[in-house]
T-cell receptor
Framework: SQQGEEDPQALSIQEGENATMNCSYKTSINNLQWYRQNSGRGLVHLILIRSNEREKHSGRLRVTLDTSKKSSSLLITASRAADTASYFCATEESGGSNYKLTFGKGTLLTVNP | KAGVTQTPRYLIKTRGQQVTLSCSPISGHRSVSWYQQTPGQGLQFLFEYFSETQRNKGNFPGRFSGRQFSNSRSEMNVSTLELGDSALYLC?????????????FGPGTRLTVT
């Protein structure tokens, strides 16, 4: 079953604009991660935020985590055509050793040149 | 370092057949996970191995099985293939054995069942 649900399902913006994607999840988590996937290829890890962190930055990426609302957001600033991809959030549930990630269905981001 | 490699990249099989997919993790990574990706169900966890031991298994029928070798390479097997098994199968490896880890994914094996 899906843990994370991304919103929106699809997003189309112009190059240079910012893109914001949201993720909601259902259970308590150890951490939340964001991945990018280009057109049916493997996933690329973008950023990991732990449950005791509220915000994290990596280059043009900014991730926030609100555990009280069970939600996270991914902001990509100054987007480029090369950012066109599907973006997934993935959670590791807390409460023992799960050793698995539960993925949402993803947001398809299209950046138009 | 070389990334995660998966073989074969593409596979076409007939219903009822069985298939074995292979995954070689990044050198030094001992945790290997498998995921199935379909348009309808998205990314779903299959199983995870560490030091040749299966530590977790997803909600898939017993037709789906896997194993890990002493060199951390992993294989997954699907027996009695069904049309619904058509999917992209992704393997991921991780360096750390604990709960907070980032995973490095291979390019996937695209399986088509006819």
């Amino acid at each position: 079953s899906q843990q994370g649900e991304e919103d929106p399902q699809a997003l189309s913006i112009q190059e240079g604009e910012n893109a914001t994607m949201n993720c909601s999840y259902k259970t308590s988590i150890n951490n939340l991660q964001w991945y990018r996937q280009n057109s049916g290829r493997g996933l690329v890890h973008l950023i990991l935020i732990r449950s005791n962190e509220r915000e994290k930055h990596s280059g043009r990426l900014r991730v926030t985590l609100d555990t009280s609302k069970k939600s996270s957001s991914l902001l990509i600033t100054a987007s480029r055509a090369a950012d066109t991809a599907s973006y997934f959030c993935a959670t590791e549930e807390s409460g023992g050793s799960n050793y698995k990630l539960t993925f949402g269905k993803g947001t398809l981001l299209t950046v138009n040149p | 370092k070389a990334g995660v490699t998966q073989t074969p990249r593409y596979l076409i099989k007939t219903r009822g057949q069985q298939v074995t997919l292979s995954c070689s993790p990044i050198s030094g990574h001992r945790s290997v996970s498998w995921y199935q990706q379909t348009p309808g169900q998205g990314l779903q966890f299959l199983f995870e191995y560490f030091s040749e031991t299966q530590r977790n298994k997803g909600n898939f029928p017993g037709r789906f099985s896997g194993r890990q070798f002493s060199n951390s390479r992993s294989e997954m097997n699907v027996s009695t293939l069904e049309l619904g098994d058509s999917a992209l199968y992704l393997c991921a490896s991780s360096l750390r054995p604990d709960n907070s880890y980032e995973q490095y994914f291979g390019p996937g094996t695209r399986l088509t069942v006819t």
